[in-house]
C-alpha cells in the first residue's frame, strides 16, 4: 500500500518509520519547510525550532496547532500545511531569534554561497533584524590544520555534537557551556582526533566550521569547477566530489552514495588532495633528470621497447584501464608483466578476491556481530565508521589486534600477536563472538592478516552461517582490480627475467618498487642490473627519482577512469578539471605551474596514463592491436560500463571463482621468543596523502613501536635486504613481544607482517 | 572680347551663387542646431564654416553612380535640370537697380515662373528615371504639389503686378514707395507659403518624407548628382527669399547702407525664416497640403486679385 | 475662430522655437570641463577604506553578478588572516558599466567612478589588473570599514572589539 499525508493539499508519499520533514524533503518540497538541525544522517532533535508545520486535527473539536515537522512521525491522511500566515510568522520570526546574535560575515565566510542558514534566511523572508543591541561574541579555538572555527556564528543546532560524538563516535568534542552561551569544540585548543573531523564542515549548516585547507587557496562554490569522483586514497571507493577553478584542485567534498560512504568521508579522503598541486609533483617528462618534450620522451621509450628487453609493471595505485593498457602492450610485445611488487602481495591480492561477496558498508552498519581484525580505521577509516554506526544500533564488537585501537576501546578487545591472528581466525567459527547473531561481519585488514590469514578466513566463513559476510581492506583503491590480471606467480617470473638478464629496461606504472612498496627491498637487490627504468606516475617517490626516463601523468580528478573497491564493485569517475595554462598559484601552496615555463611549454596539464600507452603502441605500428586487446580485457571484467553518477556495478562471483584455486604461501613459522612484527599504519597515511602537507603535519613521528617494557631508545632490525635502525617509541597499547613499523620499514628490511624478526636493542645512556 | 567678360562674369555669379548655397547647407544646420538647444556643426574651420566645404568635397569625391534598373540618359539629366533652372532664374534678379544680367526684362516675373515650372520636371524626370517606387511616388507629389501651388503663387504675384504695372523686377522694386507688404499682406502669406511648398522645403517636403518614402525622389540619387538636387533646393530657397524682399519688402530701399546691402539683409531674414518654420512645424499629411493649396490658397489669391483689381480701379478712380 | 487659434497656436509654436536661440544644453567636451553627477556609472575601481587598508575581502560577489563575467578574482590570505584579492582582474572591453558589481559589493569596495574616457588600441590593454584598479582613496564612502562591522578578530582588533559588541563570553561559566 501506499502511504501519503497531504501538505498543503497536495500528496506526498513516504516509508513508515519516516518523519514528515524527512518524507517532504524527499520529496522536494524543502522549499516549503526550513530546518536546521534536521540532518538525513544525524536524525531529528528538535532543538532549532525551525521546522513549523500546522496540522489540522482530523475531529472538528480540536483546533489546528503548529507543530515540528522533523519530530512529527509521518502517518497515513494527515493534514499539514505550511503555506498560512501564521506559520510563515513562525518560520520568519524563528529564523530572526536564530540570527540575532549572528556576525555580518557572509563576505568573509567560506561558508557563503553553500549555506544553509542563507539559503533558509532568503526562503523565509527575514531580512532586517529588528534587535540592535550589541552581539554576543566568541573567542575561536585552534582545531588544528583541517578544521577552522569561528564560533560567533553558531545556531545552537547541535549537529556538529551529534555527529562527533554520536556518529563518529569521537572523544576530544563537545559542548561547553550555557543558556545563551553554549559553545561547541574541544577542551584545549589543538588538532582534532577523530579521523572523521572533516565532516564537521558538511554537517554544520553554518559557518562555524569550515575547511581549513581549502581557506587557504578559497574560491567561491559558484566558480568551481565540480564533478563525480571516487577516492584513488583506499579500498572503500567513497563518492567525491573535487572542486577545481584555474586549473587547480581547490578541495574534496562528499558525494552521497548510501552504499558506501553515505553522508560522510574520512579525513583521508577530504584532505589528501593536495598531492594533485604539491610542488613536487612530476609535470614534464624527464629524460636522465633533464625536463623534455613529450616526443622526445615518447621516441626514446619507444626505441627502448623495440629492444625487446623490457619488463612491464603495473600497479593497484592505478586505475583499471591504464594498468589493463599496461598489460596489453605487454602482451603485444610479449614481455612479461606484473601488476604487484612482490609475490607476497600477489598472494594477498588473490586471497582479497577468492573471497566471496564482501558486505556494503551500508550492510556493515546493519551488522549485530562484527568481527574486526587489525587496525581497520587507519587503512579504511570509513570502514571503522560504518562499524560505529553498527554500534550505536547495539551490534557486538569484537576486535582482534596487536594494539589496542580506538576501535577496540570500543568493544571487546582480544590482543593477539600477528602469528596468533591467524589461528584465532581459523577458530572463529565456533567463537562465542559470533554465536547467536542475525548478520555476523567479518572485516580484516589484508595486510596484517596476509595471504595465509585470509585463506583461514575463507575457510571459517564456508563454516559459518550462510549471511555471514567478510571484508578485506588494504589502502590502496585498485588492489581488487590489479590482482584480476595478476596471474599466478608473474610477479616471480618478472623478477626471475631480471636475474637472467633476459630484461634490463623496466616499464612502470604508478609503482614505487624502489620505494615503499612490498617487497622493495628485493627490487632494490635487482635494480643493478637494469640499464634503465622509466615511471610514469604523478607523485615524486623514491623510484620516480632514481628512474632514468620519468613520464608525468594526469591525477585522478584530471581523468577518468575506473576503480574496483574492497567489494569488486566497479566505480567509474569522471575528469573534473583540467590543468590549464594560466594557473593563478597562491601564496600559500606556491604550487602550480612554475610561471614562466609551465604555463606555455605544458598548457593542458601531463595527460593520463592510456593517452601514453597509446602514443608508444603507435609508434611501435601496435595500435590496432593493443587497442583489440584492451577493449577485449575491459569488456570482459566489466561488459557493463559503470556510470560515473550510479552506484557502480558488482563484479560475478563467477569471475571470484577463478581465484579459490590460488597458491597460498605458508606463513613463516614463529616461535613465542622471537619478536614479530606488525605494520602500523595512521588514518592520514597513504602515498598520495604523504604528499598532503596539512594532513601529513598531523602525522605520527616515525618510529619502532613497542610495549612500554622495552626499556630502549633505539633498536636496529634486521631483515634479509638489510637493516633499519630507528627510535623507539614505547606505546602501552602495544601486545607484548611485537614490533609495529611503517610499510616503508618493511619494504626496507624485505620482510612481511608476522614475520620473526631479529632486533639489536640499544639501551638509553 | 565683350562676349568673354560677360562670359567670365557669369561664371563668377554662378560660383558665387554655388557658394552661397553651399553655405546655407552649413548656416540652416547651425541656425537648426541653435533652435533646437545644440551647437550644430562646429569642429571645422571658424565656428565650423569649413563644414560646408568638406560636405562639397566629400559629395564630390563620391563614385558617380548609375543603377542598373534607371533611365541612364534622363537619370544624368535630371539633377542638372534642377540646378540649371534655379541657376537660370538669378539671371532676371537685381541687386540692384543697376545691379543684374537681365533685372530690366519685362517679363522677367513670367521667366521665374517658366524656370519653376522646368524645375518641376528636373524633380519629376529624377524621380521617374530612378526606377524606384519611393523616388517614383516622391515625383508624382512633387509635380502635384508644384502644379498646386504654382497657382496661389501666380495669383498672389498677380496683385504685385496689378499695383505695379510692371512685370520687371526692377520695375516692381520701383515702383515699391511703400513695400507692398503693407498693401498687400495677404498676398506676401500666399507667396510665402507657396513659395515653401516650391521648394518643397520642411514643412512642406512631402515629395521627399523621410519617414514614409526613404529620401523620395532622390532616393537613388548619390555624389555630385545628389549635390545638384541639393544646390537646387538652396538656390530655390534664396531665390524665393530673394523674390519676396524684391516683391513685398522694397528690395534694395531702405536708408544709410547702399541697396545691395539692404537686399541681403532682407533675404538673409527670410532665409532664416524658412529655417525657423522648418524648426518648429511638422510636416502635414499630403491631403491637408493638397486641400492648403486648392481650399484655401486659392480661393483667397482669386480673392487677393479682385480686391487688388477693385481698390487699385477706385483708388484710379478717385 | 478655429481659424485664430490655429494662427496663434502657430504663432506660440514658432515663438517657442525661437525663444530657444542661444541657449544650448550641449556641452563641448573635452574643451569644456564635465559636471558629472555623484551617481555617474563610469570605470570599477576598488578603494581602500578609511585606514588605508583595501576594502575588497575577495567574496566574489561581484564576479558572481557581472553579466558580461569580466571580473575575475583569486582570493588569498594575509598573515593576519585578513582575506584579500590575490589578483583581481576587470576585462575593460567587457564591462557594460551596469554597476551591478557596485550594488552586490558588500564592502562597498567596488564603485564606479567618474572616468569614462579611456581609449586604447589594443584589446588587451583593456585588461586592468588589481594595482590599476586599486586606487588610494575611499571613493563615494569616506567612513565605511566592513571589519569593523564584521564579528571576525584580525589584528589589531580582537574579538568582541567590533562595532556593537559584547566581549566575548566565557564557555567555561555554567551561571545562569
Ligand atoms: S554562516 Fe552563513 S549566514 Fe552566517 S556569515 Fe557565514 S555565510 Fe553568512
Ligand atoms: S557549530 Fe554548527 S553544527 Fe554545531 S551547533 Fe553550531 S551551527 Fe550547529
Ligand atoms: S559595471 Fe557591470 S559589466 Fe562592468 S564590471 Fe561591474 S558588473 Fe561587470
Ligand atoms: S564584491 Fe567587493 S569585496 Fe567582494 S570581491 Fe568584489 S570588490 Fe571585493
Ligand atoms: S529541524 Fe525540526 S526543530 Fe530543527
Redesign the pocket.
Given at each position: 500500500m501506499k502511504h501519503v499525508f497531504f501538505l498543503d493539499g497536495q500528496e506526498i508519499p513516504f516509508i513508515p518509520g519516516q518523519n514528515v520533514l524527512e518524507a517532504a524533503i524527499a520529496a522536494g518540497k524543502d522549499q516549503q519547510i526550513p530546518y536546521f538541525c534536521f540532518h538525513p544522517a544525524l536524525g531529528s532533535l528538535g532543538a532549532c525550532r525551525q521546522c513549523a508545520v500546522k496540522i489540522y486535527a482530523h475531529d472538528s473539536k480540536h483546533p489546528p496547532r503548529i507543530t515540528m515537522a522533523c519530530l512529527l512521525p509521518a502517518s497515513d491522511a494527515l493534514q499539514l500545511a505550511t503555506l498560512e500566515d501564521d506559520v510563515h510568522t513562525e518560520h520568519r520570526e524563528i529564523i530572526e531569534l536564530l540570527m540575532t546574535n549572528h556576525p555580518l560575515d557572509c563576505?568573509v565566510c567560506d561558508e557563503g554561497g553553500q549555506c544553509h542558514l542563507q539559503d533558509m534566511t532568503v526562503q523565509t523572508g527575514h531580512s532586517v533584524r529588528h534587535y540592535s543591541g550589541p552581539k554576543r561574541t566568541y573567542r575561536n579555538q585552534d582545531l588544528g590544520p583541517l578544521v577552522y572555527q569561528e564560533m560567533n556564528r553558531c545556531i545552537t543546532c547541535y549537529r556538529c555534537v551529534r555527529f562527533y560524538q554520536d556518529a563518529a563516535q569521537g572523544e576530544d568534542f563537545g559542548v561547553f557551556g550555557s543558556r545563551n552561551r553554549v559553545s561547541f569544540g574541544r577542551l584545549e585548543d589543538g588538532p582534532l582526533e577523530s579521523p572523521f573531523s572533516g565532516n564537521l564542515v558538511e554537517v554544520c549548516p553554518t559557518g562555524v566550521f569550515t575547511d581549513k585547507v581549502f581557506r587557504h587557496d578559497y574560491v567561491r562554490v559558484w566558480d568551481l569547477q565540480q564533478g563525480p569522483s571516487v577516492c584513488p586514497h583506499c579500498a572503500v571507493g567513497c563518492n567525491t566530489t573535487p572542486g577545481a577553478r584555474l586549473g587547480t584542485l581547490r578541495r574534496i567534498r562528499n558525494r552521497i552514495r548510501p552504499e558506501i560512504n553515505g553522508h560522510f568521508l574520512c579525513d583521508r579522503g577530504r584532505y589528501a588532495f593536495p598531492y594533485v598541486t604539491a610542488n613536487s609533483r612530476p609535470l614534464q617528462p624527464r629524460l636522465m633528470g633533464e625536463t623534455t618534450r613529450q616526443d622526445a620522451v615518447l621516441r626514446q621509450l619507444a626505441s627502448r621497447l623495440e629492444e625487446g628487453r623490457s619488463g612491464f609493471l603495473g600497479s593497484p595505485r592505478e586505475d583499471l584501464q591504464s594498468n589493463l593498457g599496461l598489460f596489453a602492450l605487454a602482451d603485444c610485445l610479449h614481455a612479461p608483466f606484473a601488476a604487484v611488487t612482490s609475490s607476497w602481495a600477489e598472494a594477498l591480492a588473490q586471497q582479497c578476491l577468492a573471497l566471496p561477496q564482501a558486505p556494503s558498508l551500508q550492510e556493515v552498519a546493519a551488522a549485530d556481530r562484527i568481527v574486526v581484525i587489525g587496525d581497520l580505521d587507519s587503512i579504511a577509516p570509513m570502514a571503522g565508521f560504518a562499524v560505529r554506526q553498527a554500534l550505536r544500533q547495539g551490534a557486538a564488537l569484537t576486535v582482534l589486534a596487536s594494539s589496542r585501537t580506538e576501535l577496540a576501546q570500543k568493544g571487546d578487545y582480544r590482543p593477539l600477536r600477528p602469528s596468533a591472528l591467524r589461528d584465532q581466525v581459523a577458530q572463529l567459527a565456533d567463537d562465542p563472538c559470533l554465536q547467536g547473531g542475525r548478520f555476523p561481519v567479518l572485516l580484516a585488514t589484508a595486510e596484517t592478516l596476509g595471504p595465509s590469514g585470509l585463506y583461514a578466513l575463507r575457510k571459517t566463513l564456508e563454516k559459518l552461517p550462510a549471511n555471514a559476510r567478510a571484508g578485506a581492506f588494504v589502502n590502496r583503491p585498485n588492489l581488487f582490480g590489479a590482482a584480476y590480471f595478476a596471474a599466478d606467480g608473474h610477479t616471480e617470473r618478472l623478477q626471475q627475467a631480471l636475474r637472467q638478464r633476459k630484461i634490463n629496461h623496466l616499464l612502470c606504472l604508478g609503482a614505487d618498487p624502489l620505494g615503499e612498496d612490498w617487497g622493495a627491498g628485493t627490487w632494490r637487490t635487482l635494480a643493478p642490473g637494469l640499464d634503465g627504468l622509466t615511471l610514469l606516475d604523478m607523485v615524486d617517490s623514491e623510484t620516480a627519482r632514481s628512474a632514468e626516463t620519468l613520464i608525468p601523468v594526469a591525477a585522478f580528478p584530471e581523468r577518468a577512469g575506473l576503480f574496483v573497491n574492497y567489494e569488486g564493485r566497479i566505480q567509474a569517475f569522471s575528469p573534473v578539471y583540467r590543468r590549464e595554462a594560466q594557473v593563478l598559484h597562491s601564496a600559500v601552496h606556491g604550487s602550480g605551474f612554475p610561471e614562466a615555463a609551465g604555463g606555455v611549454k605544458h598548457p593542458l596539464g601531463p595527460p593520463p596514463p592510456l593517452f601514453w600507452l597509446g602514443r608508444l603502441a603507435e609508434m611501435l605500428h601496435l595500435h590496432e592491436a593493443w587497442q583489440k586487446r584492451l577493449d577485449f580485457y575491459l569488456h570482459f571484467l566489466c561488459p557493463e560500463r559503470p556510470d560515473p553518477e550510479g552506484p557502480g556495478v558488482l563484479l560475478p562471483d563467477t569471475i571470484r571463482a577463478r581465484f579459490e584455486i590460488a597458491a597460498v604461501p605458508a606463513a613463516r613459522a614463529v616461535t613465542p621468543e622471537q619478536w614479530e612484527l606488525d605494520i602500523f599504519r595512521w588514518y592520514g597515511g597513504e602515498t598520495l596523502a604523504d604528499m598532503a602537507d596539512e594532513l601529513h603535519s598531523l602525522a605520527p613521528a616515525r618510529g619502532l613501536r613497542v610495549h612500554p617494557n622495552v626499556q630502549a631508545a633505539a633498536a636496529t632490525l634486521h631483515g634479509p635486504c638489510g637493516e633499519l635502525r630507528l627510535p623507539v617509541i614505547a606505546c602501552a597499547e602495544m601486545v607484548q613481544g611485537v614490533i609495529a613499523i611503517d610499510q616503508e620499514g618493511f619494504a626496507e628490511l624485505g620482510l612481511y607482517p608476522g614475520d620473526p624478526v631479529e632486533v639489536s636493542w640499544e639501551q638509553r645512556q | 572680347m565683350m562676349l568673354f567678360l560677360m562670359a567670365l562674369g557669369m561664371l563668377f555669379t554662378t560660383l558665387v551663387l554655388l557658394g552661397v548655397a553651399g553655405f546655407l547647407v552649413f548656416a540652416e544646420r547651425r541656425v537648426l542646431g541653435f533652435l533646437q538647444n545644440r551647437l550644430g556643426p562646429n569642429r571645422l574651420g571658424p565656428l565650423g564654416v569649413g563644414q560646408a566645404l568638406a560636405d562639397a568635397l566629400k559629395l564630390m569625391s563620391k563614385e558617380n553612380f548609375v543603377p542598373d534598373f534607371a533611365d541612364p540618359v534622363l537619370y544624368r539629366a535630371a539633377p542638372v535640370l534642377v540646378a540649371f533652372s534655379a541657376l537660370a532664374s538669378f539671371a532676371v534678379v537685381p541687386l540692384d537697380h543697376h545691379f543684374s544680367w537681365a533685372g530690366n526684362w519685362n517679363i522677367g516675373l513670367l521667366f521665374i515662373l517658366a524656370m519653376s515650372s522646368l524645375n518641376a520636371y528636373g524633380v519629376f524626370l529624377g524621380g521617374w528615371a530612378s526606377g524606384n517606387k519611393f523616388s517614383l511616388l516622391g515625383a508624382v507629389r512633387a509635380v502635384a504639389q508644384l502644379v498646386s501651388y504654382e497657382l496661389p503663387m501666380g495669383l498672389a504675384l498677380l496683385g504685385v503686378v496689378l499695383l505695379s504695372g510692371s512685370l520687371s523686377l526692377n520695375g516692381i522694386v520701383a515702383a515699391q514707395n511703400l513695400p507692398y507688404i503693407v498693401l498687400q499682406p495677404l498676398g506676401f502669406v500666399i507667396f510665402l507659403i507657396a513659395g515653401v511648398a516650391e521648394t518643397h522645403r520642411l514643412p512642406f517636403d512631402l515629395p521627399e518624407a523621410e519617414s514614409e518614402l526613404v529620401a523620395g525622389f532622390n532616393t537613388e540619387y548619390g555624389g555630385m548628382r545628389f549635390g545638384y538636387f541639393f544646390l537646387g533646393e538652396y538656390l530655390g530657397l534664396t531665390l524665393i527669399a530673394v523674390l519676396t524682399a524684391l516683391l513685398y519688402l522694397g528690395g534694395w530701399h531702405g536708408p544709410w547702407l547702399p541697396g545691395w546691402i539692404w537686399l541681403l539683409i532682407k533675404t538673409a531674414a527670410l532665409i532664416f525664416v524658412f529655417f525657423w518654420l522648418r524648426a518648429t512645424l511638422p510636416r502635414p499629411r499630403y491631403d491637408q497640403l493638397m486641400a492648403l493649396g486648392w481650399k484655401v490658397l486659392l480661393p483667397l489669391a482669386l480673392f487677393n486679385v479682385l480686391a487688388t483689381a477693385l481698390a487699385a480701379a477706385l483708388w484710379r478712380l478717385a | 475662430m478655429r481659424v485664430w487659434r490655429n494662427i496663434s497656436e502657430l504663432g506660440a509654436g514658432l515663438w517657442t522655437t525661437l525663444r530657444q536661440l542661444g541657449r544650448t544644453s550641449t556641452v563641448s567636451y573635452p574643451e569644456e570641463p564635465l559636471n558629472l553627477p555623484p551617481r555617474w556609472r563610469g570605470r570599477p575601481v576598488?578603494t581602500r577604506d578609511p585606514d588605508g587598508d583595501e576594502?575588497?575581502?575577495?567574496?566574489?560577489?561581484?564576479?558572481a553578478v557581472c553579466p558580461t563575467r569580466c571580473?575575475e578574482?583569486q582570493a588569498g590570505e594575509r598573515p593576519d588572516t585578513r582575506r584579500y584579492?590575490l589578483t583581481?582582474r576587470i576585462n575593460f572591453s567587457r564591462c557594460i558599466f551596469c554597476g551591478l558589481?557596485e550594488e552586490?559589493?558588500?564592502?562597498?569596495?567596488?564603485q564606479l567612478l567618474d572616468e569614462f574616457a579611456f581609449s586604447k588600441e589594443h584589446h588587451a590593454d583593456f585588461i586592468y589588473e588589481k594595482e590599476a584598479l586599486l586606487i588610494d582613496g575611499t571613493g563615494k564612502h569616506p567612513h565605511y570599514n566592513f571589519y569593523r562591522h564584521s564579528g571576525v578578530a584580525l589584528q589589531g582588533k580582537d574579538k568582541g572589539e567590533g562595532i556593537n559588541e559584547k566581549a566575548p563570553v566565557n564557555v567555561r561559566s555554567n551561571l545562569p
Open positions: 563576505p | - | 576598488l576594502r575588497c575581502v575577495a567574496c566574489q560577489l561581484c564576479s571580473i578574482l584579492p583581481f558589481c552586490a559589493c558588500p564592502t562597498l569596495a567596488i
